[in-house]
């Protein structure tokens, strides 16, 4: 993530933020990864990242619930959703089926 940020791939920032901030989830830390996450969500929305932004937006669906905030876990999957319904790709079913149970 460094690297990015020095030479300014945004990018590259974005999905670098949302893969550590999944590793911290799955490692119970979840104020970390919820703030990686964020920032992944702002630096994705800024650079036009489609992809990056519903990542960003299930991955802090799935941290906000686990944290007990499920009405916005659900309202965060309902975006990604959308997101991942318009790109035609294979995360739109895990976010159904996160919506669903």
């Known amino acids: 993530m460094t690297l990015s940020r020095e030479i300014g ?8 933020l949302n893969r550590r901030a999944g590793a911290l989830r799955d490692q119970g830390d979840h104020a970390a990864a919820e703030a990686d996450y964020r920032e ?8 036009g990242d489609v992809y990056e932004t519903a990542c960003a937006l299930d991955g802090l669906a799935r941290t906000r619930h686990a944290a ?3 009405d916005e876990a659900l ?5 990604a959703l959308d997101l991942y319904t318009a ?12 919506l669903a149970g």
């Open 87 to 98: 790109m035609e790709v294979p995360e739109a079913d895990d976010v159904r089926a996160r």
């Open 75 to 79: 309202t965060l999957w309902r975006e």
């Open 68 to 70: 007990g905030a499920k």
């Open 40 to 47: 992944a969500l702002e630096v994705s929305r800024e650079t």
């Open 9 to 16: 791939d945004q990018g590259a920032l974005a999905e670098a």
